[in-house]
């Protein structure tokens, strides 16, 4: 038997055999080797780096150390999502952003792979220190599991350089419309192509970020505080088919300017678009990529959906969530308290990456009132500070990305339609927009039936 198994195998077969029994062997043995200390996954090398002080404070001063490793937010995601769902160890703590922590909501609620924070933040009084909208992309059935990084609050940056050339007086707009009407001159024709020189705004059909965002401003969402679908509420229809009248048809001011893009950035340094959707976070991208742009740029509130309506918006966000299957839930969670509380990583947050705390007895700090150079010497953070009580709520779902992407293939159809109808008006859109969403909200709430555990579960919250 063995002469015909060695008659069987070539070279390269022993070779492959040597191998797998090599790792076998090194598995085991690391099997074996308990590691010291507890782990904790990042992705963003921002993070990383403001981290690493905080870390080395700790384990020179406290036990058990933490090990700190940097992922990219793909591989994040992967381990996350197979150690959750085959009961696998994965890192005791692990920061995660909207899309991927929410994929941990998908099952009922014992088998979430996040440990419930809510008794522990509720207890702490850490309830009563954030920002109450910060907590929603991270609590599902009424339950917390992760203690915000962040608020993300939305500002409009526009270049002031052109604005005020051209005598335009940004205090005078509250409205998206007062903004197309005062902004309206920047788009004149002066090289005589037969198109406007600029565009006012950088929004698109493709832009599902952007989409969301505007919608969420207007009041509207994809799914309601009780999780249950409501992509088809007269807000979002009337929101997409204000946006179409903006990327299509006489009317048109928007261009697709798409952010962490050359072509994108190339069009915001030539001036051809005028104004973007800013959350506090993109401030730093720019300042990275678009350094050209220092002192030309100002910010301003997003002009409402309606006189005296909310003035921001969110955009994006990330948590620290501990791992179900962390052997020392009591650890991980001085160890989080350590790191996103902290005064210091507020301060290194903000003159890093232009992000404001959550935490709000650190609004009144002083670092949030400095001059900036890039922003034509307004204070960021201090304007932003005062926009975050009002940022909207935000979902949790699972199929909140899914639900992007169908509101997105709505939006497209609908601006297929205007352009095939030559209709470029909000009211005559409108029918055509609330049956696009309504095929859209079918779709999702056809995925979200099929999940029996969230069905039950906005059963039972209604």
Same mark, same amino acid.
């Given at each position: 038997?063995?002469?015909?198994?060695?008659?069987?195998?070539?070279?390269?077969?022993?070779?492959?055999?040597?191998?797998?029994?090599?790792? %076998?062997?090194?598995?085991? /043995?690391?099997?074996?080797?308990?590691?010291?200390?507890?782990?904790?996954?990042?992705?963003?090398?921002?993070?990383? @780096?403001?981290?690493?002080?905080?870390?080395?404070?700790?384990?020179?001063?406290?036990?058990? +150390?933490?090990?700190?490793?940097?992922?990219?937010?793909?591989?994040?995601?992967?381990?996350?999502?197979?150690? &959750?769902?085959?009961?696998?160890?994965?890192?005791?703590?692990?920061?995660?952003?909207?899309?991927?922590?929410?994929?941990?909501?998908?099952?009922?609620?014992?088998?979430?792979?996040?440990?419930?924070? %809510?008794? #522990?933040?509720?207890?702490?009084?850490?309830?009563?220190?954030?920002?109450?909208?910060?907590?929603?992309?991270?609590?599902?059935?009424?339950?917390?599991?992760?203690?915000?990084?962040?608020?993300?609050?939305?500002?409009?940056? $526009?270049?002031? +350089?052109?604005?005020?050339?051209?005598?335009?007086?940004?205090?005078?707009?509250?409205?998206?419309? +007062?903004?197309?009407?005062?902004?309206?001159?920047?788009?004149?024709?002066?090289?005589? *192509?037969?198109?406007?020189? #600029?565009?006012?705004?950088?929004?698109?059909?493709?832009?599902?970020?952007?989409?969301?965002?505007?919608?969420?401003?207007?009041?509207?969402?994809?799914?309601?505080?009780? @999780?249950?679908?409501?992509?088809?509420?007269?807000?979002?229809?009337?929101?997409?088919?204000?946006?179409?009248?903006?990327?299509?048809?006489?009317?048109?001011?928007?261009?697709?300017?798409?952010?962490?893009?050359?072509?994108?950035?190339?069009?915001?340094?030539?001036? &051809?678009?005028?104004?973007?959707?800013?959350?506090?976070?993109?401030?730093?991208?720019?300042?990275?990529?678009?350094?050209?742009?220092?002192?030309?740029?100002?910010?301003?509130?997003?002009?409402?959906?309606?006189? *005296?309506?909310?003035?921001?918006?969110?955009?994006?966000?990330?948590?620290?969530?501990?791992?179900?299957?962390?052997?020392?839930?009591?650890?991980?969670?001085?160890?989080?308290?350590?790191?996103?509380?902290?005064?210091?990583?507020?301060?290194?947050?903000?003159?890093?990456?232009?992000?404001?705390?959550?935490?709000?007895?650190?609004?009144?700090?002083?670092? $949030?009132?400095?001059? *900036?150079? &890039?922003?034509?010497?307004?204070?960021?953070?201090?304007?932003?500070?005062?926009?975050?009580?009002?940022?909207?709520?935000?979902?949790?779902?699972?199929?909140?990305?899914?639900?992007?992407?169908?509101?997105? +293939?709505?939006?497209?159809?609908?601006?297929?339609?205007?352009?095939?109808?030559?209709?470029?008006?909000?009211?005559?859109?409108?029918? @055509? /927009?609330?049956?696009?969403?309504?095929?859209?909200?079918?779709?999702?709430?056809?995925?979200?039936? #099929?999940?029996?555990?969230?069905?039950?579960?906005?059963?039972?919250? #209604?």
């Amino acid at each position: 038997m063995a002469t015909t198994v060695r008659a069987a195998l070539s070279p390269g077969g022993w070779v492959i055999v040597l191998l797998a029994g090599l790792s %076998t062997l090194f598995v085991m /043995a690391r099997a074996d080797t308990s590691r010291s200390g507890l782990d904790m996954w990042v992705f963003a090398r921002p993070h990383h @780096e403001m981290y690493l002080p905080n870390v080395e404070s700790w384990n020179a001063n406290q036990d058990p +150390d933490l090990n700190l490793y940097l992922l990219s937010l793909p591989a994040l995601e992967r381990r996350m999502s197979s150690g &959750f769902l085959s009961d696998t160890p994965v890192a005791d703590l692990i920061e995660a952003d909207v899309r991927v922590a929410s994929r941990a909501f998908t099952g009922p609620l014992k088998d979430v792979g996040f440990l419930d924070l %809510t008794d #522990r933040i509720r207890e702490s009084g850490i309830d009563e220190e954030i920002n109450p909208p910060s907590f929603t992309p991270w609590t599902s059935r009424g339950r917390i599991f992760g203690l915000p990084h962040d608020v993300h609050p939305v500002m409009l940056a $526009y270049r002031a +350089d052109l604005v005020e050339a051209a005598g335009i007086d940004v205090t005078t707009i509250e409205t998206w419309d +007062d903004f197309i009407r005062a902004m309206s001159p920047l788009m004149a024709d002066e090289d005589g *192509d037969g198109r406007p020189d #600029r565009y006012l705004l950088n929004v698109w059909e493709t832009q599902i970020d952007t989409i969301e965002a505007f919608i969420l401003q207007a009041g509207g969402s994809y799914f309601d505080e009780q @999780e249950r679908v409501a992509i088809n509420s007269e807000i979002n229809a009337k929101v997409i088919a204000t946006i179409t009248t903006w990327i299509t048809g006489p009317g048109r001011i928007a261009v697709d300017a798409q952010e962490f893009t050359a072509s994108g950035n190339r069009l915001k340094l030539e001036g &051809f678009v005028v104004a973007s959707i800013m959350p506090d976070w993109l401030g730093g991208v720019w300042k990275h990529d678009m350094s050209d742009l220092s002192g030309k740029i100002k910010l301003m509130p997003l002009p409402a959906w309606e006189p *005296d309506g909310r003035r921001t918006t969110v955009w994006g966000g990330t948590m620290l969530g501990i791992a179900r299957s962390t052997q020392d839930p009591e650890a991980a969670w001085e160890i989080a308290k350590h790191l996103y509380l902290s005064e210091d990583l507020a301060l290194q947050l903000y003159e890093s990456n232009g992000i404001i705390s959550p935490i709000r007895r650190l609004w009144s700090r002083d670092f $949030y009132d400095v001059p *900036d150079d &890039f922003f034509q010497g307004q204070a960021p953070g201090r304007m932003y500070i005062e926009l975050a009580p009002s940022v909207p709520r935000r979902t949790s779902s699972p199929f909140n990305q899914i639900a992007k992407e169908r509101v997105r +293939d709505a939006l497209t159809r609908l601006r297929e339609y205007a352009e095939q109808e030559q209709l470029f008006t909000v009211e005559a859109l409108l029918p @055509e /927009a609330r049956s696009q969403l309504e095929a859209a909200h079918a779709d999702i709430q056809l995925r979200v039936d #099929r999940n029996m555990f969230l069905k039950a579960g906005a059963k039972g919250q #209604r």
